[in-house]
């Protein structure tokens, strides 16, 4: 990516992917994605970026259909290349050992909401050029930037998921804490202490939408209660989605996205997400990044990419932030997508300043609880 000399806009390469070019990057027939980028007119140059991105991804079916929807054809426009490093959410770790050893690896990171606000303002990512910020929220509408430093993709709520002819199925946090009335093998995110944390408070009678501040020591005296109870803590995607193919548990905390893939692929479940807890994650720089100009230029290329985060939604069933993806999802997945209308309205969305605030000391806690 370049600045315009007179605007001061980042611009990128014209592109131009013909069918051919598509189907042959995994798409298939059934995605034709619209692949012109805007090149300003005065003082572009067209030539091609280069180099390489390096990016902390999920891993797994995610890395997958990224690599189909977005990074393929991103190479082929420009000529940048991507190296996927699947860490998942022990990327931020591996971002704070970088950036304490003075070698910042990573040009593009995924880190969680509440841990992107925490990054940024730890002084870890770059900041977002503000005519990138204006795209942004021109674009994709109010509410996707976490401040100026990431932007929200693949918005996902952690559901109440059991098997289908599990009975009783819990729906709720307070029905998934009551091991009596709801008894069997339990599931939880081993390094979800935040929606952890909520689902405790409100499986202890806390409205949702009174949550936060939150109460810690409440929080863990609830979650001491069901702990002997959790069979599996889980680590990534690709695993709560085994545990659950195996049967190695009746119900689990699990990201919806997730659960409906397995659906979609034959595996019947219930799912509930009443009272879950919105999350996503986001697309960063770290500060000090290698190519960051490529890394800038991708973001700006993917916010106009609606028919590609449309195909994304019908693949992985997460919401993405371009409103005009939802022309090309399918009505059946889209009454799937947690940011849906009449989905949205019963999820819980954190206090991302109180995360700010509170992160270290909760995230010591849960680490601690976990561990002994």
Not at 4 to 31: C, F, H, Q, W
Not at 122 to 146: F, H, M, R, S, T
Not at 186 to 210: C, H, Q, T
Request: include cysteine.
């Amino acid at each position: 990516m370049v600045r315009d000399v007179n605007s001061g806009e980042y611009i990128m390469p014209a592109l131009l992917t013909s069918k051919r070019m598509l189907a042959a990057g995994g798409l298939g027939a059934a995605v034709i994605l619209t692949a012109v980028v805007a090149v300003a007119s005065r003082g572009a140059d067209a030539a091609n970026i280069g180099g390489t991105i390096v990016v902390a991804s999920y891993g797994g079916i995610d890395d997958k259909n990224h690599k189909d929807l977005f990074f393929d054809p991103f190479t082929k426009a420009t000529g940048v290349q991507f190296q996927l490093d699947p860490v998942a959410y022990d990327q931020v770790a591996k971002l704070h050992a970088q950036e304490a050893a003075g070698n910042v690896q990573y040009s593009l990171v995924e880190p969680a909401r509440a841990d992107a606000a925490v990054l940024g303002e730890q002084g870890l990512l770059e900041p977002l050029p503000q005519d990138l910020v204006d795209k942004a929220n021109k674009v994709l509408g109010p509410g996707k930037l976490i401040g100026n430093y990431a932007i929200s993709h693949a918005v996902s709520a952690s559901s109440f998921v059991c098997l289908a002819d599990f009975k009783p199925c819990p729906t709720n946090a307070k029905e998934f804490f009551d091991t009596t009335n709801f008894p069997g093998r339990r599931g939880m995110y081993a390094d979800g202490w935040l929606e952890n944390i909520i689902y405790a408070l409100e499986a202890d009678g806390v409205d949702p939408k009174a949550l936060f501040p939150l109460d810690l020591d409440r929080a863990f005296k609830k979650l001491d209660e069901i702990k002997p109870h959790i069979n599996v803590f889980w680590k990534t995607g690709d695993q709560v989605m085994q545990i659950v193919r195996d049967k190695e548990v009746d119900m689990t905390i699990m990201w919806d996205g997730r659960a409906n893939t397995l659906a979609a692929d034959g595996t019947p479940i219930q799912l509930s997400d009443d009272g879950a807890m919105m999350d996503s994650p986001t697309l960063a720089i770290p500060k000090g990044a290698p190519n960051k100009d490529a890394a800038l230029a991708f973001i700006s290329w993917w916010i106009d990419q609606a028919e590609a985060q449309g195909e994304f939604m019908n693949r992985e069933h997460y919401g993405e932030p371009n409103p005009d993806a939802f022309k090309y999802v399918k009505p059946e997945v889209a009454n799937m997508i947690s940011t849906a209308p009449g989905n949205f309205d019963k999820l819980v969305q954190p206090d991302l300043k109180w995360v700010e605030d509170h992160q270290q000391e909760a995230v010591a806690r849960w680490t601690d609880w976990l561990q002994n």
